[in-house]
């Protein structure tokens, strides 16, 4: 839950829409709770002793507030979408800045086709749990107390069956939770595994057509495709175990209400509006049970989806400025005095290994050497997209720590060995 308190501050930005959304499905709740009341003396009153008068009474009052609950409820849905759909874009927003501060190093850590899947498929499901999962949220615990006390109002001794029923409830709900709270995370892995193998086929389709792999690459593809099946098949044949469970629990309940409510009646203990009202009342309370056992599930996915875009959120730059950087390069001059390097603190060999080099300004100097023999990590190096692991980097004189580090990409050109062109102009991408 820690995940989904700190992802809650995202909400800040809709903080007013998603405060109005609450105070309109209260009022709903509401009127939807009193036509019970009134249904009550429609029965016992103007259908017992046949005063027309009352039923149109009573019945222009229900439907007053049916209306009413229906305005309510339309209103709150256009803000609640206003609400989530803002938290996710806030949410969005915040990822994609965060990525945009991250070291190459940090970006080591997490595959594109991942990082695309928490900025995408998991801001979608934490954006469909507050749109989706705000009304049975709110709506449920308010039924639950209001519907709870008023069916005690009428008939304390009809009411205590829902009390009885109610834990039996929580254990099915407890159960299905503890049990399907890993799958989903297995199931968004699988996600991020699916993505990783379409994106790599798309973007090496000219070599996967010109080696003829066709078929190696679909054997691929439906490798983790089955993969997604599964985790899917699993995780939904488990909380799908949800519903029946709470229909029995809940039919079981009405059966019993209107078994002990007729011996009421016939003993005169009871007149018949009232277990009408007592079994509307329950029917709503254990419809509120089963929409928070919804919610609950749909709470768990997000959990799972909160921890991965929290990953994002959390990770620090590893390259930073320091305190009062120098914000211009004086030249060109480059040195590399004992340098050496390795991607992660834990690897066995450097890939560089005590450099010392030096570049005069104006200097033309080619690096050569075989694939994969770090010529390209040698350049990073300069512009500060890694930092050396032992010894220095100067440009101009200076240490590269030492300077802003857009003031030095700035001054610092580069061709890549590989175009990368994005969409729009030519005029575009040369800028």
Same mark, same amino acid.
């Given at each position: 839950?820690?995940? @989904?308190?700190?992802?809650?501050?995202?909400?800040?930005?809709?903080?007013?829409?998603?405060?109005? /959304?609450?105070?309109?499905?209260?009022?709903?709740?509401?009127?939807?709770?009193?036509?019970?009341?009134? =249904?009550?003396?429609?029965?016992?009153?103007?259908?017992?002793?046949?005063?027309?008068?009352?039923?149109?009474?009573?019945?222009?009052?229900?439907?007053?507030?049916?209306?009413?609950?229906l305005l309510s409820g339309l209103l709150y849905a256009r803000f609640a979408a206003r609400a989530a759909y803002g938290f996710g874009a806030a949410l969005r927003r915040a990822e994609y800045e965060k990525i945009q501060r991250y070291a190459f190093s940090n970006l080591d850590r997490f595959s594109a086709s991942s990082l695309v899947t928490r900025m995408t498929t998991? +801001?979608?499901? =934490?954006?469909?749990?507050? *749109?989706?999962?705000?009304?049975?949220? +709110?709506?449920?615990?308010?039924?639950?107390?209001?519907?709870?006390?008023?069916?005690?109002?009428?008939?304390?001794?009809?009411?205590?069956?829902?009390?009885?029923?109610?834990?039996?409830?929580?254990?099915?709900?407890?159960?299905?939770?503890?049990?399907?709270?890993?799958?989903?995370?297995?199931?968004?892995?699988?996600?991020?595994? @699916?993505?990783?193998?379409?994106?790599?086929?798309?973007?090496?389709?000219?070599?996967?057509? /010109?080696?003829v792999r066709g078929d190696f690459e679909e054997a691929q593809f439906q490798q983790v495709s089955q993969e997604l099946t599964d985790a899917s098949r699993t995780t939904f044949q488990n909380a799908v175990l949800n519903l029946p469970a709470f229909q029995l629990v809940m039919y079981s309940c009405v059966v019993l209400i209107m078994w002990f409510g007729g011996r009421?009646?016939?003993?005169?203990?009871?007149?018949?509006?009232?277990?009408?009202?007592?079994?509307?009342?329950?029917?709503?309370?254990?419809?509120?049970?089963?929409?928070?056992?919804?919610?609950? @599930?749909?709470?768990?996915?997000?959990?799972?989806?909160?921890?991965?875009?929290?990953?994002?959120?959390?990770?620090?730059?590893?390259?930073? *400025?320091?305190?009062?950087?120098?914000?211009?390069?004086?030249?060109?001059?480059?040195?590399?005095?004992?340098?050496?390097?390795?991607?992660?603190?834990?690897?066995?060999?450097?890939?560089?290994?005590?450099?010392?080099?030096?570049?005069?300004?104006?200097?033309?100097?080619?690096?050569?050497?075989?694939?994969?023999?770090?010529?390209?990590?040698?350049?990073?190096?300069?512009?500060?997209?890694?930092? /050396?692991?032992?010894?220095?980097?100067?440009?101009?004189?200076?240490?590269?720590?030492?300077?802003?580090?857009? /003031?030095?990409?700035?001054?610092?050109?580069?061709?890549?060995?590989?175009?990368?062109?994005?969409?729009?102009?030519?005029?575009?991408?040369?800028?």
């Open positions: 839950m820690r995940e @989904l308190r700190s992802i809650a501050r995202y909400l800040a930005p809709c903080r007013r829409e998603f405060l109005l /959304a609450i105070f309109l499905l209260v009022i709903e709740c509401g009127f939807e709770l009193v036509i019970p009341l009134l =249904m009550t003396s429609i029965i016992d009153v103007g259908v017992a002793e046949g005063d027309v008068g009352i039923i149109l009474l009573q019945g222009g009052k229900m439907a007053a507030c049916a209306v009413l609950a998991d +801001v979608t499901v =934490m954006q469909n749990a507050v *749109n989706g999962g705000l009304r049975p949220l +709110v709506r449920s615990p308010v039924m639950l107390g209001m519907g709870v006390g008023l069916s005690f109002l009428m008939n304390a001794r009809l009411a205590l069956i829902f009390v009885i029923c109610a834990p039996i409830l929580g254990i099915i709900l407890a159960l299905i939770v503890h049990k399907v709270g890993p799958l989903y995370s297995r199931q968004q892995t699988a996600v991020d595994h @699916l993505n990783r193998q379409i994106q790599e086929s798309l973007t090496g389709i000219r070599a996967v057509k /010109a080696f009421l009646i016939i003993v005169g203990d009871m007149q018949v509006g009232e277990l009408t009202g007592v079994l509307s009342y329950v029917l709503q309370v254990m419809n509120s049970l089963m929409m928070i056992s919804a919610v609950f @599930l749909q709470l768990t996915r997000s959990v799972a989806s909160a921890r991965r875009v929290c990953e994002i959120l959390d990770e620090e730059p590893e390259l930073k *400025n320091c305190e009062n950087p120098v914000r211009e390069v004086p030249d060109g001059g480059i040195e590399f005095k004992n340098v050496s390097f390795k991607y992660s603190a834990g690897a066995e060999e450097y890939v560089l290994s005590d450099i010392n080099l030096s570049i005069k300004p104006g200097e033309t100097v080619g690096i050569l050497g075989g694939t994969g023999a770090a010529k390209t990590t040698l350049v990073q190096l300069i512009p500060r997209l890694y930092d /050396a692991t032992e010894g220095a980097v100067y440009v101009g004189g200076r240490d590269v720590r030492e300077y802003d580090m857009t /003031a030095l990409r700035d001054a610092v050109g580069i061709v890549l060995q590989k175009n990368v062109l994005f969409s729009g102009t030519v005029r575009d991408n040369l800028r």
